[in-house]
C-alpha cells in the first residue's frame, strides 16, 4: 500500500548556510513527483531527510498509511526506499547485493530468490548474477541499484538523479522501470532530477521546484 508523505516547515541548516527553509508539502499516497532544481539547490538534503536517513533541523515528516500517522522508526524506515546518487555496492556477488535488503527484512529464502531474479530481470542483469558487483560497468552498477530498491517493493520510492550520468540505451531501459512503477501505483514516487521529458513522462508535470532551499511551486 502507498504511504501518504507530509512534509511540514522543513529546515536544515548546514555550517551556517539554510539548505532547506520552511519546506512543507503533502506527497498524496501513490502520486508521482518530481524534485528539480540547480545543483546545491537542496533536492538530495531533502530526500535523504524524507527518507528519514536524517533529521531535520525544524519542522516533521510524517508518513500516513490511511489516515493513520505511522509511528517513526526502523518499521517504518523498511517500507520505504533511497536511490542515491552514486551507487555503492558491497563486494559480493550481483545476486547478493540484490537479495541483502530481503535478508534484513527476514524474507524466506525460497521468497528471495524468486523476487531478486524477478528484480534482475527487470533491470537487465539475470546473466550477471554471480559476476562480482563491484566489476561491473557504471551502467550496470546504477541498474544494480535500482533493482536493489525495487526487489523491496517500497511503499515510498525516492529516486536521486537515477538517469544521471547513464549513456543512451541504459537512461531508456531506467526511464521505462520507473514508468513502470509508476503506472502500477503501489508506490509513491518521488524523483530528482534536471530532465524536463522525464517530469512529464513519471510525474505528468507534477514539478517542486526548489531554488536556494526554496520551495518555488508545488
Ligand atoms: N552533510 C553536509 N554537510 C555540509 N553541507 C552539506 C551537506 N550536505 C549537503 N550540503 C550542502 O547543502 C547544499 C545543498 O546540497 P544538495 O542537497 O546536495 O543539493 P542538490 O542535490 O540540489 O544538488 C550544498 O551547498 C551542499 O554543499
Ligand atoms: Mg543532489
Known sequence: MALTLSALNLGKVYQ???VLNDFSYRF???????????????KSTLLRILALLEPPD??????????VILPPGLDLRRRLALLLPNVGVFNTTVFNNVAYGLKVRGVPWEEVEVRVRRALEAVGLCHKERQRAVTL???ETKRLGLARVLVIAPEV???DEPTASLDPANMELVEDIILRVKDQRKTTLIVATHD???VERWAGGRRLYLDRGKLLTG
Open 16 to 18: 551556517g548556510q539554510p
Open 157 to 159: 520510492l525516492l529516486l
Open 196 to 198: 524536463h521529458a522525464q
Open 58 to 67: 525544524t519542522g516533521v515528516v510524517q508518513y500516513l498509511a490511511g489516515s
Open 28 to 42: 498524496e499516497a501513490g502520486g508521482a513527483y518530481a524534485v528539480m532544481g540547480p545543483n546545491g539547490s537542496g
Open 137 to 139: 560497468s557504471s551502467g
